[in-house]
């Protein structure tokens, strides 16, 4: 996943996507993917504590058209 990154941040995206197909469908389970994927291209890292819902839930009854939050 990080040579993939590393590709497609220098410009080569076709190459990084055929590593990303490469990785996904012959070295690693759709979860595992998912889940690296996220977090290298997306630096998405997922937070499912309560007290992060609870703060998602109070910045969206505050404004609900807020497409960041």
Known sequence: MGFAKA???QGQRLQAFFVLETARRQHFSQAE??????????ADVFDN???SESALRAALAKDPDDTIV
Request: glycine share 0%; no cysteine.
């Open 33 to 42: 993917f998912d889940a690296a994927f996220r977090k290298i291209f997306r």
């Open 7 to 9: 590709l497609f941040d």
């Open 49 to 51: 504590r309560a007290d």
